[in-house]
């Protein structure tokens, strides 16, 4: 099964950081770490941190016509700094390596699962 693990650092949100943050080295050494763990338990498919919002662009689709807002000007409650696309047996071995990330106080991991050929089978 394919999950891909969010992340929503705290750090993003409430329309911070500066358009210019770059994450700390140390957690970056330390973040490093455990993909290198958890990809010797789990396949990791891909993964990826996101620069902050304000260099992103938004496009929201309402009334029929697509309206696009370019960073700084973004307003969004939660706000991804990155992921990881696995391959696990399960959701709860997922879990229990979101459990062991390196996470920052006030960080969020949320992990959807990936609908797969077989959800739509007759």
């Known amino acids: 099964m394919q999950f891909m693990m969010l992340m929503i650092p705290a750090v993003?949100?409430?329309?911070?950081?500066?358009?210019?943050?770059?994450?700390d080295p140390k957690k970056m050494e330390a973040m490093g770490?455990?993909?290198?763990?958890?990809?010797?338990a789990l396949k990791i498919e891909s993964l990826n941190g996101l620069h902050p919002l304000a260099k992103g662009a938004r496009v929201s689709f309402a009334q029929g016509k697509p309206s696009?807002?370019?960073?700084?000007l973004?307003?969004?409650?939660?706000?991804l700094g990155g992921y990881w696309l696995v391959d696990a047996p399960s959701k709860e071995d997922v879990v229990k390596w979101a459990q062991r990330c390196?996470?920052?106080?006030?960080?969020?991991?949320?992990?959807?699962?990936?609908f797969g050929p077989e959800d739509f089978a007759k």
């Open 74 to 79: 973004i307003d969004a409650k939660e706000v």
């Open 12 to 23: 993003y949100q409430g329309g911070k950081p500066a358009p210019d943050f770059t994450p």
């Open 102 to 114: 390196p996470a920052d106080e006030g960080d969020t991991i949320e992990i959807r699962q990936i």
């Open 68 to 72: 696009v807002t370019d960073g700084p």
């Open 33 to 40: 770490r455990f993909n290198e763990e958890m990809g010797k």
